[in-house]
């Protein structure tokens, strides 16, 4: 039996295939929007199938305009709950599908409560796929969790504990680069992608460097697309950004902000970071990384989080 079509008139709403051609939406996002967030099929049809009905289908695209907007996946799915139901007035039908009568009493899918952590099978396989270098499942699991869950809580749940798993494997074997750095390259391609999706503003721009001789970019281009889901513009000067083309920058944008990121001890020195230059309108300096050594120079923020940065970034920004 074909899951995307009604199979009777009686039969309630519509399955996933229908909803994701309809909508544009990839059906392993729907069901990751279904697990976290709580929308999913609400309705069952007389033989027991999951069925979206057509205040589901609603939220769903909701959900998506809200994200396309700039809106965080976790605001837009409160948003687009909080849509009233819609009983007795049928979706249009998907492409290729019956319109099929919509039952009363529907029962609205509960909102699962947000910040957990990623199922352990997921991190696990993400990490396999790193492991077997197939690129391809690397891509889809970053890009799915992405858009389903946003920066922040990728980065935390599930980019932070696949790559510790892969580095555990590399100390067990002696071998496992090769697999960290595709899981790397893999999700810094997807971060550049986001990062690079804000509209042109007249706001000032918030700048993002690695410090003096650190190749370690990576978290660089996270905290960029965090900021982009929230509308902000950055400029990302990359690893090995010399401090002297750090402060023509500076001079040259006047941004709202600047991060550096340390991760190697060696490339912590504090003291050049007192020497950046004063710029008007004043921004603030932001460091992140452990690789800081001794205390920050008056004035400086340290934060240790990608949360804590995108929040320090954005408290200077209201």
């Not at 270098?133 to 690397?138: F, H, K, S, T, Y």
């Not at 970053?142 to 555990?168: I, K, N, S």
């Not at 023509?248 to 902000?257: I, K, N, S, T, Y």
Request: glycine share 10%; with cysteine; proline share 9%.
């Amino acid at each position: 039996m074909d899951e995307d079509t009604p199979v009777s008139e009686e039969e309630a709403g519509f399955g996933i295939g229908a909803v994701s051609r309809r909508l544009g939406i990839p059906a392993p996002t729907l069901r990751t929007w279904n697990l976290r967030y709580g929308l999913g099929p609400s309705r069952r049809s007389p033989g027991g199938h999951r069925r979206y009905g057509s205040a589901d289908v609603r939220r769903l695209a909701e959900m998506k305009r809200l994200i396309a907007t700039g809106l965080v996946p976790a605001e837009a799915a409160r948003l687009a709950l909080a849509l009233p139901d819609t009983p007795d007035t049928p979706a249009a039908p998907p492409s290729g599908a019956r319109p099929a009568a919509v039952p009363s009493g529907g029962r609205r899918t509960p909102r699962p409560s947000g910040g957990r952590p990623a199922p352990r099978q997921v991190v696990a396989a993400l990490a396999r796929a790193a492991v077997m270098l197939d690129g391809r499942a690397v891509a889809a699991l970053v890009e799915e969790t992405l858009a389903a869950q946003g920066v922040v809580w990728t980065w935390e749940h599930l980019f932070l504990p696949a790559l510790d798993a892969v580095c555990r494997g590399q100390d067990a074997t002696g071998s496992g680069i090769d697999a960290e750095h595709l899981l790397s390259g893999h999700l810094q391609a997807a971060l550049h992608r986001l990062a690079g999706d804000v509209p042109p503003r007249p706001d000032r721009p918030v700048l993002l460097a690695c410090a003096e001789e650190e190749q370690h970019s990576l978290p660089v281009h996270a905290l960029a697309a965090a900021l982009a889901e929230r509308g902000v513009q950055t400029r990302v000067l990359g690893a090995r950004t010399p401090y002297a083309a750090l402060a023509h920058a500076m001079r040259r944008l006047a941004p709202a902000a600047v991060f550096v990121w340390s991760q190697r001890a060696e490339t912590g020195d504090t003291a050049p970071l007192a020497a950046l230059p004063q710029v008007r309108p004043a921004c603030r300096i932001v460091v992140g990384g452990r690789g800081w050594q001794g205390a920050v120079p008056a004035g400086v923020v340290r934060v240790s989080t990608l949360p804590d940065a995108v929040a320090c970034v954005m408290s200077t920004l209201i």
